[in-house]
């Protein structure tokens, strides 16, 4: 079955400090995957997509890995914001059918604190 | 730019009434989907399109029905709504189904069936 698992389920950190946000996933055949953030009250809003033969992709202060063999992302953030404080979700694409196949992950809560 | 479009933004229904939710996308794209968020649960896919005139079912596509008569439009109906209808709607748009596609979200419809 394919599933994509995210850890911590929440995470509260102090403005400037950084933090890594896990994903693991079964999802076969891999397209790729992606971090997409997303605000309360809004629609997720993609930070990075990375294919198999990616390792790391950044996006300003934020910075994805992959690791294909053991089927773990993490996403890092520095020098954290106010701004940070949303949802992080972990989004692995399956090849298939008519349209990749997009399997989420529940995501992370970050609350960025003053 | 508008991007992503969903209309409305709020709802609450009584059990059994009908309703449309609207979505309309501006950069041309030629994939539209609908997923639905719950509390503890990734967005699951309810019905998707992958172009003008085209509908597919998703995952959880059991109690509603979509159409796509224009590209730039996909509408997500329920014909008479169950409380288990009770979620957060997003209408998403992609230019196809390449492995660095990007698919965008609209801003969410959060529905309530009383």
């Known amino acids: 079955k394919n599933q994509v698992e995210q850890s911590p389920q929440s995470l509260i950190i102090l403005e400037g400090k950084n933090c890594t946000l896990q994903c693991n996933y079964t999802v076969s055949p891999f397209s790729n995957l992606r971090w997409y953030k997303q605000d309360t009250g809004r629609g997720p809003v993609s930070l990075t997509i990375?294919?198999?033969?990616?390792n790391t992709k950044s996006n300003g202060r934020y910075t994805a890995t992959l690791d294909a063999d053991t089927k773990q992302s993490s996403l890092h953030i520095t020098a954290s914001q106010l701004s940070d404080s949303a949802s992080y979700i972990c989004v692995v694409s399956a090849y298939g059918g008519a349209t990749n196949k997009l399997i989420f992950g529940t995501g992370t809560l970050l609350a960025v604190q003053p | 730019n508008a991007g992503v479009t969903q209309t409305p933004k709020f709802r609450v229904l009584k059990t059994g009434q009908s309703m449309t939710l609207l979505c309309a996308q501006d950069?041309?794209?030629?994939?539209m989907y609908w997923y639905r968020q719950d509390p503890g649960m990734g967005l699951r896919l309810i019905h998707y399109s992958v172009g003008e005139g085209t509908t597919a079912k998703g995952e959880v596509p059991d109690g509603y029905n979509v159409s796509r008569l224009k590209k730039q439009n996909f509408l997500l109906g329920l014909e008479s709504a169950a409380p288990s209808q009770t979620s957060v709607y997003f209408c998403a748009s992609s230019p196809g189904r390449g492995e660095n596609t990007e698919a965008f979200f609209g801003q969410g419809t959060r529905l309530t069936v009383v």
């Open positions: 990375m294919t198999f033969s990616e």
């Open positions: 950069m041309n794209h030629e994939y």
